[in-house]
T-cell receptor, first 113, second 115 residues
Framework: DQQVKQNSPSLSVQEGRISILNCDYT??????FLWYKKYPAEGPTFLIS?????DKNEDGRFTVFLNKSAKHLSLHIVPSQPGDSAVYFC????????????FGQGTRLTINP | DSGVTQTPKHLITATGQRVTLRCSPR?????VYWYQQSLDQGLQFLIQ???????AKGNILERFSAQQFPDLHSELNLSSLELGDSALYFC??????????????FGEGSRLTVL
């Protein structure tokens, strides 16, 4: 049972444009969401997070939007840069299991010059 | 460099064998987490230790066990290996006990191949 789903295995965007990565979840107990970025041969690195009491969180070029009614979150990167090319994982946790992160399958983002 | 060190980086072994993966957390971090990433899958949570004690358990097989030592390094033991255990095993660390008290810092992973 995949509780966190990233339905797009890959995404290609032109440099300077906006990249939008999507994530859907099924468990209504999830109340904290994170995005991680992973380069080849490296471990995932934390990018940005959002609590369910908010619907938007912004950090520089990265913004995460949360739509609780739709159980959907998205990561916007603008403007996209070549260094943003990586695999992006969405993750979620429930307060009852705060130590446990449930990850999506990842989306490979390629930024074309 | 996240500060989390995992060894070995690559390991090839045969079915039925036993292996040990090692993780040294970032200096000052008390929590260690183990995750498994199989081909084209997301990271699956296995187990968490905090200051030497088991704190949370995911879908970890009975053939797998882990521990955290007094110096805070951790080992993940995988026994009676099967082909399906081939995966990338990540260790992560954090200062506190839960992901909300701080982000997780991941190591580069140990790639296990079972032939």
């Amino acid at each position: 049972d995949q509780q966190v789903k990233q339905n797009s295995p890959s995404l290609s965007v032109q440099e300077g444009r906006i990249s939008i990565l999507n994530c859907d979840y099924t468990n209504s107990m999830f109340d904290y969401f994170l995005w991680y970025k992973k380069y080849p041969a490296e471990g995932p690195t934390f990018l940005i997070s959002i609590s369910s009491i908010k619907d938007k969180n912004e950090d520089g070029r990265f913004t995460v939007f949360l739509n609780k009614s739709a159980k959907h979150l998205s990561l916007h990167i603008v403007p996209s840069q070549p260094g943003d090319s990586a695999v992006y994982f969405c993750a979620a946790s429930a307060n009852s299991g705060a130590q446990k992160l449930v990850f999506g399958q990842g989306t490979r983002l390629t930024i074309n010059p | 460099d996240s500060g989390v060190t995992q060894t070995p980086k690559h390991l090839i072994t045969a079915t039925g064998q036993r292996v040990t993966l090692r993780c040294s957390p970032r200096s000052g971090d008390l929590s260690v987490y183990w995750y498994q990433q199989s081909l084209d899958q997301g990271l699956q949570f296995l187990i968490q230790y905090y200051n030497g004690e088991e704190r949370a358990k995911g879908n970890i097989l009975e053939r797998f066990s882990a521990q955290q030592f007094p110096d805070l390094h951790s080992e993940l033991n995988l026994s009676s290996l099967e082909l399906g255990d081939s995966a990338l095993y990540f260790c992560a660390s954090s200062v506190g006990q839960g992901v909300r008290t701080g982000e997780l810092f991941f190591g580069e992973g140990s790639r296990l191949t079972v032939l």
